[in-house]
């Protein structure tokens, strides 16, 4: 194992731990963000500061104001004096389309995510910027 997978899979650990906050029932994702080997920002997803933390309706759908882990770390960056320019995004559950399309613009350099999500849209709209993209199942 290399030195840069060890700290990959490290963070991927941490992220996974991370998810534990999430109050979802049917989905827990965590994510930290991670430049010059100090972290940054780190989220899971939820629902919006101020609403209620049941993530799901009475169907067990997910509510549509719920926030992507992904989504929550980048907004934390953006409220900062931090960037997530060259920073690496580490993830639980590969992105969305639409979280994708933040990520791409947030400037990240490199994604590593351990599980890949159903739609498989996001990672391919990556694939075609200069993002580098590394998939590590947990173990």
Known sequence: M???EKYDRTYLKMAKEWSNLSHCERKKVGALIVKKKMIISD???GTPTG???CCED???ATKWNVLHAEANAILK???STQSCEN????ITLSPCKDCSKLIHQAGFNRL???EEYKDCSGLDFLRKTAIEITHLPFE
């Open 2 to 4: 290399t030195k840069q």
């Open 51 to 53: 609403f209620d933390n």
């Open 43 to 45: 989220g899971y997803n």
């Open 77 to 79: 960056v953006a409220s």
């Open 112 to 114: 590593v995510y351990a």
């Open 87 to 90: 920073a690496t995004l580490y």
């Open 58 to 60: 009475k169907t067990g």
